[in-house]
């Protein structure tokens, strides 16, 4: 991935998609090959200093939070990586958070506890708490699950702006649907059976015959307004 450019990693379910973020984070260690990230090399660097430069948005967190939470603290908490944030916070931390909540657009959300948020408030509160790090790479590994529609076309329309601005962290975005990818989102990655089967420019890796023999049906692409729809058929074996 090169600066200003922003990813999609597309696949069916257990492709490898969160083994590689695993491995991206050193959450895990891969058994062969070399991993490069921000200038750094995997066991040349240490790599919990590397970790704060990269903003992992999942809802794997989501039980970890305190109920109780102010969304302000939990989008502080994210500078310190510390979930269930304690001890005394700083004036200029709680300037930042809302100036964060602000353009997150979540600012009337600032004391509102994490159990009172809904998916889509709890997706915008885990992008700003990423934020506050300042990340130079920003992950989201499915961030619509759960959404209903409206939410999750409000919650697209917000990245596609927050890719957009300038000086923005590279976004990598996880998803299954094809549907999810903003015209921000410059190239793609397509994983099938956990080794990657195409990557490069969207307008090049997106077609209906690579689509269809990754997902083992017939696909087909449409494209309205930047934005791009697949449809697919099952092959009979795949039927219930």
Known sequence: MERG???????????GKTSLLKALTAYMT??????DLLGHR???SDWRDLRTHIGLVTSAVHHLIPPGEPAIET??????????LWGRVSLADRRRARNILRAVAAAHLAEREWL???????????VGRALM?????????EPCAGLDPVAREHFLQFLDGLARRPGAATLVLVTHHLEELMPAFSHVLVMKAG?????????????????????GAR??????GGRWQASFTAHQRHLF
């Open 5 to 15: 450019q922003h990813w999609a990693i597309l696949g069916p379910n257990g492709c």
């Open 30 to 35: 891969p058994t062969r090959g070399t991993i």
């Open 42 to 44: 995997f066991g040349e």
């Open 75 to 84: 989008v502080i908490s994210g500078k310190y990586a510390q979930l269930d």
């Open 116 to 126: 009172l948020l809904s998916q889509g408030e709890r997706q915008r509160i885990l």
């Open 133 to 141: 790090a300042r990340p130079r790479l920003l992950i989201l590994d």
């Open 195 to 215: 080794r990657v089967v195409a990557a490069g420019p969207r307008k090049d890796v997106l077609t209906a015959r690579l689509l269809g023999a990754v997902f």
């Open 219 to 224: 696909a087909r692409l449409a494209r309205r």
